[in-house]
């Protein structure tokens, strides 16, 4: 990791970081829609597919960050959607500037075993699993709060009690990938067919996935080409329930202890199912 990027990095978890984010959200539109989730909750794979039905052509890597780009790189990319929008990417909070989302959000049990692998991967963390935990838990490891108040911001926006924003989880768009991608679609104002949808997820399978990772020369600051195995892969297995097999009971209840609001908001039992509660 470069030492520009631990300088960025470091900065993102200060108080600098608030005028950078502030400059970051400069020249939105209120056509513009955001991709939004806490990191390691799907958003890149949903950008795939949302790329390939909205452009009927092949998504890469640089074809995604280029036009779904993340916040603060979204000035001068084509508008996607037919009302004249931009499609931006966003791990963010809620904002008021956002005007119009789709998030998606994943059990926090899956989502911290995920950034926990992903982090140490690249050696951006020094901590054991047990000390990353309460960090993730209690305070600010990656820039953008814990996933509790997280997910709180945008459930409980002013987006949420109107037809502006899309909650979706991931494990719908892993378990039913169609007809979750299809209320996406609609939701954009894009009208797309079953077999264009089909297309998409066949396409971005996990496998084919990581053949487009293999060929991009880099990611997130590190090279697919010279990675080994799936440690350092960011395109990882995107497991649903994972967190079964490798948390201890003491760890799934320190999670629920300081998470278990968001997750009975969002449907997600203590078992790890799905509750009929709905997402509000």
Same mark, same amino acid.
């Given at each position: 990791?470069?030492?520009?990027?631990? %300088?960025?990095?470091?900065?993102?978890?200060?108080?600098?970081?608030?005028?950078?984010?502030?400059?970051? =959200?400069?020249?939105?539109?209120?056509? $513009?829609?955001?991709?939004?989730?806490?990191?390691?909750?799907?958003?890149?794979?949903?950008?795939?597919?949302?790329?390939? %039905?909205? *452009?009927?052509? !092949?998504?890469?890597? $640089?074809?995604?960050?280029?036009?779904?780009?993340?916040?603060?790189? =979204?000035? #001068?990319?084509?508008?996607?959607?037919?009302?004249?929008?931009? %499609?931006?990417? *966003? =791990?963010?909070?809620?904002?008021?500037?956002?005007?119009?989302?789709?998030?998606?959000?994943?059990?926090?049990?899956?989502?911290? +075993? /995920?950034?926990?692998?992903?982090? /140490?991967?690249?050696?951006?963390?020094?901590?054991? @699993?047990? !000390? @990353?935990?309460?960090? /993730? %838990?209690?305070?600010?490891?990656?820039?953008?709060?814990?996933?509790?108040?997280?997910?709180?911001?945008?459930?409980?926006?002013?987006?949420?009690? !109107?037809? /502006?924003? +899309?909650?979706?989880?991931?494990?719908?768009?892993?378990?039913? *990938?169609?007809? !979750?991608?299809?209320?996406?679609?609609? @939701?954009?104002?894009?009208?797309?067919?079953?077999?264009?949808?089909?297309?998409?997820?066949t396409n971005n399978s996990v496998h084919r996935m990581r053949e487009k990772e293999d060929r991009t020369s880099d990611i997130d600051g590190y090279s697919p080409a010279r990675a080994n195995g799936d440690g350092t892969? @960011?395109?990882?297995?995107?497991?649903? #329930?994972?967190?079964?097999?490798?948390?201890?009971? $003491?760890?799934?209840?320190?999670?629920?202890?300081?998470? #278990?609001?968001?997750l009975a908001r969002l449907g997600y039992s203590r078992e790890g199912s799905p509750v009929a509660v709905g997402i509000p």
């Amino acid at each position: 990791m470069s030492v520009l990027r631990q %300088l960025r990095r470091r900065a993102s978890r200060t108080r600098l970081r608030v005028p950078l984010v502030w400059l970051r =959200h400069r020249g939105l539109t209120p056509e $513009d829609v955001f991709i939004a989730s806490y990191p390691r909750s799907g958003s890149t794979w949903l950008r795939f597919l949302l790329l390939e %039905l909205l *452009t009927r052509d !092949t998504a890469g890597f $640089d074809s995604v960050n280029h036009l779904i780009p993340d916040v603060g790189r =979204h000035r #001068g990319i084509p508008a996607l959607l037919p009302a004249g929008g931009r %499609l931006i990417k *966003t =791990h963010e909070a809620y904002r008021k500037v956002y005007q119009r989302a789709v998030y998606i959000v994943r059990d926090v049990r899956d989502v911290v +075993l /995920s950034e926990f692998d992903y982090e /140490s991967a690249r050696a951006r963390i020094s901590e054991d @699993f047990e !000390t @990353f935990l309460m960090l /993730s %838990l209690r305070s600010n490891v990656n820039g953008y709060g814990s996933w509790q108040e997280h997910v709180l911001s945008w459930s409980s926006s002013p987006l949420a009690a !109107t037809d /502006s924003l +899309l909650m979706i989880k991931f494990e719908d768009l892993r378990a039913r *990938t169609e007809e !979750t991608l299809a209320a996406v679609t609609q @939701f954009l104002g894009v009208e797309v067919d079953g077999a264009a949808i089909r297309a998409a997820i066949t396409n971005n399978s996990v496998h084919r996935m990581r053949e487009k990772e293999d060929r991009t020369s880099d990611i997130d600051g590190y090279s697919p080409a010279r990675a080994n195995g799936d440690g350092t892969r @960011f395109i990882r297995n995107g497991s649903i #329930g994972g967190w079964r097999a490798r948390l201890s009971g $003491d760890q799934v209840r320190l999670i629920e202890q300081y998470a #278990g609001f968001g997750l009975a908001r969002l449907g997600y039992s203590r078992e790890g199912s799905p509750v009929a509660v709905g997402i509000p």
